[in-house]
């Protein structure tokens, strides 16, 4: 329970138990199970309206990605063509210089 061992809760028991004495204990018991109750019901809304937003960010990501892809593939198209053509033109080059 929380990374605390035997030992360590037997501790803490102790030690609130002199504090606070036995006819308070069991109120401040409850007290703290209502804030970690709280606590949780508070980290799970939190979980619920942040998860959405970021499944559509992960999406919008997954997009933007492709998109990238789409865009370097047709570079990559564009250059070689273009590599192709200066291949060309050189090689005209060079059989009208030797002619």
């Not at 035997?6 to 609130?16: D, F, N, S």
């Not at 799970?44 to 960010?57: A, F, G, Q, T």
């Not at 492709?66 to 570079?75: I, P, T, V």
């Amino acid at each position: 329970m929380f990374g605390l061992g035997a030992g360590e809760i037997l501790i803490i028991l102790v030690i609130a138990f002199l504090l606070f004495g036995p006819k308070q204990l069991p109120e401040v018991g409850r007290q703290v199970g209502r804030a970690v109750k709280g606590f949780k019901e508070t980290a799970e809304d939190l979980r619920k309206s942040v998860e959405p937003e970021l499944n559509m960010i992960q999406q919008e990501v997954k997009m933007v990605e492709q998109d990238f892809q789409a865009s370097l593939k047709d570079a990559e198209t564009e250059l070689n063509a273009v590599g192709e053509q200066a291949e060309q033109k050189a090689g005209s080059l060079a059989s009208s210089t030797q002619a």
